[in-house]
């Protein structure tokens, strides 16, 4: 198979399959309640995308040369970003996919569920390979609106209604913005191709401000600090394998278009990768702050999300600033490491969630109480929780120590001094992680079981299949790290391309 | 004296925009809300168009705001259907009532 048509199913397979999942499942629900026909068209629609997408994948990895299609107004670009991105929105999507079945088993609406979660894959690979501005917008909303629904999924819980109209208020003052940043741009140099804009984009003061309006847009997804006060609300109230979409993807998606945003602006001023430097120190530090004092265990896990956030901008920004690949590299073996260990941890917390209250039939949060003693009942979930915060505090031999341990070296290799203390504290920030993920640890194996868990239900078999690969995938990259080195070397050359030339 | 065309489109962008954030900012309401975005997506088009115009490509402006109006009829939708169960879930949909979540 040609391997640009084959990027083309890719991307579009997802998005066209979405309505039919829909359909279908519908049909199949309405004539007989039982029958979830839905998941596993989804399921397989996931499989038929990964198929394509190895095809494409290995043709640019081997041959290195980027891929470029054009179909109308639609342009796409496969370069080493893109590939990174899709690759890790596939894998999780599918173990999403298989783990939700049970979880939204008994919810009205199980084929929204599916075919948006679908759609939203779909939009997240045509996203990172977007090769024009107004592209880049329109799979950033279509993405967006996908995640709007699948927030405010539990529609009758007052909590869930909340976290979806703050999401949806911020996220959409956020893409106005981006708007107004395309038109700017567009009125300066005259065109939307991002290469063009590269060229003709000068030093002015309304080209700074474009690049501004475009962090502060793209900054709302990727929950850079001041705008990040949707993100608690709406992963804790998603569903739990939206949860682990929202924090493994979709805000790592809000960073590659502002990524690719600014590089087409880097002639404008030297200074961006220098502000994500800022943004990185000031995540890193809210994020750690805000998790100690939570007692819900959904939203300790968001806040989570936002040091971590600004581990990968410390990857990345340093590998921007100064050119240095290896540490680029490591921004984005982080988003690889962080995808698979907050995905689990989201997983994990969503199989106790499903069996000690979902499966009961109450939507109250999973808090920190009741963890307590969940090993002996749920030695499974406890184990895969255990090493997936582990994994996020940064402990040997787990995935997320490699990653760490790459963007802080890298860091040191560029000499530069501001970077090299931003390194120090970041590590002393990743020790402040411990204060909150060692006592989870604590709570699951040395605690006394509570109540709740002793009448707790059991975990279904397909909820512990996405568990058990990801807890292996973690720990074999945390042993043999160069494993993921075919997809963020080149994710890290293209960085540089964007930010260098 | 006399005003020209873009002058006057740019006036009104930053009187749209203006008035959108004033308005978000200040009701709370939340169907007044999503007017209010609704406001602040028209001024972006409006700029859009007259980028186009600015650059001698009218049609790219014009195509560009068409797909804008598409997607931010799907937002609205949304934006209502949530509100609607707001309604019916909360009983209000007055936004100083949807507080339940804290930091």
């Known amino acids: 198979m040609n391997p640009n048509d084959a990027f083309i199913l890719a991307v579009g397979l997802p998005v066209i399959a979405s309505p039919v999942i829909y359909l279908i499942g519908r049909i199949a629900t309405r004539k007989n309640p039982k029958v979830d026909l839905a998941r596993w068209l989804a399921l397989l629609t996931l499989l038929a995308d990964g198929y394509f997408l190895f095809i494409a994948g290995m043709e640019f990895i081997q041959s290195r040369h980027e891929l470029l299609i054009a179909i109308g107004a639609i342009s796409l670009r496969l370069d080493g970003i893109a590939l990174l991105l899709a690759a890790v929105v596939l894998a999780l999507g599918t173990l999403v996919t298989l783990f939700s079945g049970p979880a939204v088993a008994r919810d009205n609406g199980r084929e929204t569920y599916f075919a948006l979660l679908t759609a939203m894959i779909g939009t997240i690979i045509g996203l990172g390979a977007a090769d024009d501005l107004f592209n880049l917008w329109v799979w950033f909303e279509a993405m967006a609106l996908c995640s709007y629904v699948l927030v405010a999924f539990y529609r009758n819980e007052a909590a869930a209604l909340e976290a979806g109209v703050k999401y949806l208020v911020q996220s959409a003052l956020g893409t106005v913005l981006v708007l107004l940043a395309i038109g700017l741009v567009f009125a300066n140099t005259g065109s939307l191709d991002l290469d063009e804009i590269r060229l003709a984009a000068q030093p002015s003061g309304l080209m700074l401000a474009a690049g501004a309006l475009f962090i502060i847009g793209f900054g709302v997804k990727a929950a850079l600090v001041p705008l990040h006060t949707w993100l608690p609300d709406a992963h804790s109230q998603a569903p739990s394998g939206i949860s682990a979409m929202l924090s493994g993807v979709v805000i790592e998606a809000g960073l590659v278009a502002i990524l690719r945003a600014l590089g087409a602006l880097h002639l404008v001023t030297v200074s961006w990768g220098a502000l994500l430097l800022g943004f990185s120190a000031v995540n890193m530090l809210v994020g750690n702050l805000m998790a100690l004092r939570q007692t819900q265990v959904k939203r300790l896990l968001a806040y989570s999300s936002l040091s971590h956030m600004g581990y990968i901008l410390l990857g990345v920004g340093a590998g921007a600033v100064m050119g240095s690949e290896y540490s680029a590299a490591g921004g984005f073996f982080h988003i690889l490491t962080h995808a698979m260990m907050k995905g689990l941890a989201f997983l994990a917390a969503g199989a106790l969630l499903y069996s000690l209250h979902q499966a009961v039939g109450n939507h109250d949060p999973l808090v920190l109480d009741d963890l307590n003693g969940a090993s002996r009942k749920y030695p499974l979930a406890a184990f895969a929780f255990s090493v997936a915060v582990l994994g996020l505090g940064g402990l040997p031999p787990l995935a997320g120590f490699m990653s760490k341990w790459q963007i802080f070296v890298g860091g040191f290799q560029t000499g530069n001094a501001w970077i090299m203390a931003l390194v120090v504290f970041a590590a002393l920030n990743s020790v402040l992680s411990l204060g909150y993920y060692a006592p989870l640890v604590n709570r699951l194996y040395r605690r006394q079981p509570a109540g709740i868990v002793e009448q707790g239900r059991p975990i279904p078999v397909l909820m512990s299949v996405p568990m058990v690969v990801l807890s292996l995938g973690v720990v074999v990259l945390g042993v043999w790290p160069s494993l993921a080195d075919w997809l963020t070397g080149p994710a890290a050359q293209s960085l540089l391309m964007l930010f260098g030339g | ?103």
Request: zero cysteines.
């Open chain 2, 1 to 103: 004296m006399t005003i020209s065309i873009p002058t006057t489109v740019i006036i009104m962008v930053l009187g749209l925009i203006g008035i959108g954030i004033y308005a978000l900012l200040t009701t709370r309401h939340l169907i007044k809300v999503i007017v209010a975005l609704q406001l602040l997506v028209k001024g972006a088009m409006l700029a859009l168009v007259l980028a186009g115009r600015l650059t001698g490509q009218e049609e790219l402006g014009q195509s560009l705001a068409i797909t804008v109006i598409i997607a931010d009829t799907i937002v609205a939708v949304i934006g209502m259907a949530l509100a609607v169960q707001v309604r019916r879930v909360i009983g209000t949909l007055d936004l100083r009532s949807l507080t339940s979540l804290r930091r």
